[in-house]
């Protein structure tokens, strides 16, 4: 098993910046990718970023250029800096690991966190 714990959630003017964190921990030797999510109210939860263990990432559209995702291998942690944020980034935000796949398709995760807030206003 594998626990994930999110932090550095909170609120900011668009514009500004946060930085994510995702400490896992437990049987974490064969994860092979992990990423952030994130859902709205009333809305479907999306694809933010993902890292394989190699390094090779991966954006959504709506946040390329913007945010940031980066891995600490010998902390066991997942980052995801976020900059030029929009009211639109306002969600839920989570991690997730999976030890086979690795997208932007949170059904493809067997192991997610349980969320830190992510609010922006204008």
């Known amino acids: 098993q594998v626990q994930l714990v999110e932090s550095g959630g909170g609120s900011v003017q668009g514009g500004g910046s946060l930085r994510l964190s995702c400490v896992a921990s437990?049987?974490?030797?064969?994860?092979?990718?992990m990423g952030w999510f994130r859902q709205a109210p009333g809305k479907e939860r999306e694809g933010v970023a993902s890292?394989?263990?190699?390094?090779?990432?991966r954006y959504a559209d709506s946040v390329k250029g913007r945010f940031t995702i980066s891995k600490d291998n010998a902390k066991n942690t997942l980052n995801l800096q976020m900059d030029s944020l929009k009211p639109e980034d306002t969600a839920m935000y989570y991690c997730?690991?999976?030890?086979?796949?690795?997208?932007?398709?949170?059904?493809?995760?067997?192991?997610w966190g349980q969320g830190t807030q992510v609010t922006v206003s204008s």
């Open positions: 437990g049987y974490t030797s064969n994860l092979y990718c």
């Open positions: 997730a690991a999976d030890p086979v796949r690795c997208s932007l398709l949170g059904d493809n995760f067997d192991y």
């Open positions: 890292i394989t263990r190699h390094g090779t990432t």
